[in-house]
């Protein structure tokens, strides 16, 4: 499933964040690079003065790599390294007018076939995604997404904002976090969702470790309703003979 997603967008793997970060102060130095993760000693980089700010050369050229595959493929994706595990889309305002889409809690390899798909369906749609989304996992196992709030996006998922303001429109970067169920098809704010994928999904919106995520949706009622739709489709499953 992972061939068939990066071939959606044509990218490699995604890049690690630990190079392609905000600029840092020139007094910053680079936490993690391709040296670091390859076991070899840290080297220290030569750094071009922009203004007062000094920009590491390994960050230049990642934000060079990144343009280009957005340049030939519409979008590409970005990966978290470190405690924290999240992957998400750079250049979706642009390839589909829809905010970065984030996968948070497993490992890339997991993270791209669902963005793929989701991205997928963007495109064949034509229309934003909020709330519940069918048809993209087995068994019909619905999705849900939801904003991710700007604050956070601006703090945790820097590449997109300095993407949309250099890059883009100028305007602060969007995104949307794909949240998935349990093997259970329990959500995170549901009672006896695993905790360890609670836990997982919960790093960038603490809320749905709690509460259903506020999706924006545009009538009264609409977030409920999806609710109850899918207590309505987990009796029916509980109901059906196994085989």
Request: proline share 9%.
């Amino acid at each position: 499933m992972a061939s068939r997603a990066l071939a959606l967008c044509g990218t490699p793997s995604p890049i690690s964040l630990a190079t392609c970060a905000a600029p840092l102060p020139s007094s910053a130095s680079c936490a993690a690079g391709p040296d670091a993760r390859m076991g070899r000693p840290k080297r220290a980089a030569k750094r071009e003065t922009v203004g007062d700010v000094g920009i590491d050369p390994r960050i230049e050229r990642a934000r060079r790599v990144l343009l280009a595959r957005i340049a030939s493929y519409g979008y590409t994706h970005l990966s978290a390294v470190g405690g924290v595990i999240y992957t998400y889309t750079l250049g979706l305002p642009a390839y589909a007018r829809h905010p970065e889409l984030v996968v948070c809690g497993v490992p890339p390899d997991e993270a791209i076939p669902i963005l793929g798909d989701v991205v997928r369906l963007l495109t064949d749609s034509a229309r934003a995604l909020d709330g519940r989304v069918m048809g993209l996992l087995e068994d019909d196992t619905p999705l849900w997404v939801a904003p991710i709030p700007e604050a956070t996006v601006a703090s945790q998922l820097s590449a997109a904002s300095w993407w949309r303001k250099e890059h883009h429109d100028g305007t602060p970067a969007a995104a949307k976090q794909i949240i998935f169920p349990d093997a259970a098809r329990r959500f995170p704010w549901q009672a006896g969702c695993d905790p360890d994928l609670r836990a997982l999904q919960s790093l960038l919106l603490p809320e749905i470790a709690v509460r259903e995520p506020d999706v924006g949706l545009s009538r009264p009622g609409d977030a409920a309703r999806c609710t109850r739709n899918l207590r309505r489709e987990e009796s029916v499953r509980r109901r059906r003979p196994r085989r």
